[in-house]
């Protein structure tokens, strides 16, 4: 078996490259972070803006990032694009 251990800068970087992804989908849509958020349910818009910046620990979840495909109309997986490179 291999080791599937992912070191914490590690998982930061993917993290990143995923909130990367959504951003990118969500800019190609032509989508404000306001409209995300609202979509997804939220009353405004920090939890979208946090988890697109990476601070403060936040980031999309798998529930976001399900809600997020459906409300762009994009395949889940265009999130995942590159996290193998970091």
């Known amino acids: 078996m291999r080791d599937c251990t ?7 970087r993917i993290y990143k490259r995923i909130s990367q992804n959504v951003r990118r989908a969500r800019k190609e849509r032509n989508v404000s972070q306001l409209a995300l958020a609202l ?6 818009v920090g939890s979208v ?13 798998i ?4 809600k997020i495909a459906q409300i762009l109309e994009v395949d889940i997986s265009r999130f995942f694009d590159g ?3 970091e």
Do not use: T
């Open 63 to 66: 529930e976001h990032l399900v």
């Open 39 to 44: 979509e997804m349910g939220y009353k405004a």
């Open 6 to 12: 992912i070191d914490d800068a590690r998982m930061a």
């Open 83 to 85: 996290i193998w490179d």
């Open 49 to 61: 803006s946090l988890a697109e910046l990476g601070v403060q620990n936040k980031h999309f979840n």
